[in-house]
T-cell receptor, first 115, second 112 residues
């Protein structure tokens, strides 16, 4: 059973550019959620995808968008990058859209630096 | 590796002592409370969770206590080891989605 894998691990972009981050969920998991973790802070919920549809969103602007594919892997897209978008982006997968206990697993994250 | 938290509250304990990490949560409607451990350069790792209808739950070397009256959560680590050094986050969820609301985190430093 493989865990949650994310790519790329590190990347550098400049302001105004667009970025796509990728996540493969743990085997058997149909729900993927994305979190942004700024340096020195706890992760903040961006959104969640369940069976290819967004079914929950945090306080992030529309330039943060996502996709979930039939194999339950997922992408996070950020347009018009701003300096404050520099953060560790975490993907988490689970076996259902609600938290039922002990089943949300995080990947190692993608570190994005915006210059 | 990268530093997870540069300005977090820090708890220093000696190896072998017990550690207690505290957390205040905000939403009285939360159904689950979870503790995560995050080592430098890594994603959060699940430690233990507790449902809102419980006030104590034990795992291997860890115990979580929940006081709903004062909205307080604590994580007790018995016989703290150097490998326990990390940043610890509490998180809460209403259970209707996998949306977790994380606390600010506490850095645990284990001294020899």
């Amino acid at each position: 059973e493989t865990g949650v894998t994310q790519s790329p691990t590190h990347l550098i972009k400049t302001r105004g550019q667009q970025v796509t981050l990728r996540c493969s969920s743990q085997s058997g998991h149909n729900t993927v959620s994305w979190y942004q973790q700024a340096l020195g802070q706890g992760p903040q919920f961006i959104f969640q995808y369940y069976r290819e549809e967004e079914n929950g969103r945090g306080n992030f602007p529309p330039r943060f968008s996502g996709l979930q594919f039939p194999n339950y892997s997922s992408e996070l897209n950020v347009n018009a990058l701003e300096l404050d978008d520099s953060a560790l982006y975490l993907c988490a997968s689970s076996s259902d859209y609600y938290y039922g206990g002990g089943e949300l697993f995080f990947g190692e994250g993608s570190r994005l630096t915006v210059l | 590796g990268e530093s997870v938290g540069l300005h977090l509250p820090t708890l220093s304990v000696q190896e072998g002592d017990n550690s207690i990490i505290n957390c205040a949560y905000s939403n009285s409607a939360s159904d689950y409370f979870i503790w995560y451990k995050q080592e430098s350069g890594k994603g959060p790792q699940f430690i233990i969770d507790i449902r809102s209808n419980m006030d104590k739950r034990q795992g291997q070397r860890v115990t979580v206590l929940l006081n709903k009256t004062v909205k307080h959560l604590s994580l007790q680590i018995a016989a703290t080891q150097p490998g326990d050094s990390a940043v610890y986050f509490c998180a809460e969820t209403s259970g209707t989605a996998s949306k977790l609301t994380f606390g600010t985190g506490t850095r645990l430093q284990v001294t020899l």
